[in-house]
């Protein structure tokens, strides 16, 4: 696989992964089911195989 092929392929999967986050965090909040205040997130990425386990958290301001 080449450098491009390589980029194009993860730039598209964390684009989706924007995208789709996005969509459910919007959901869950105009449900009513967010709480109040600020939602605490959390993203974990890993990849079969490998020893990858990358967390990432925050705190989303609610409307």
């Known amino acids: 696989m080449s450098e491009e092929a390589f980029n194009m392929s993860l ?4 684009k989706q992964v924007g995208v789709t986050s996005q969509r459910e ?3 869950i ?4 089911n967010a709480g109040g205040g600020k939602l605490k997130v959390k993203m974990v990425l890993t990849a079969e195989g490998t020893p990858l ?6 705190n989303i301001e609610l409307p």
Do not use: D, M, T
Request: zero cysteines; glycine letters at 12%.
């Open 53 to 58: 386990n990358h967390v990432v958290e925050g």
């Open 29 to 32: 909040v105009r449900s009513g």
């Open 11 to 14: 730039r598209k999967f964390l």
């Open 25 to 27: 965090i919007e959901e």
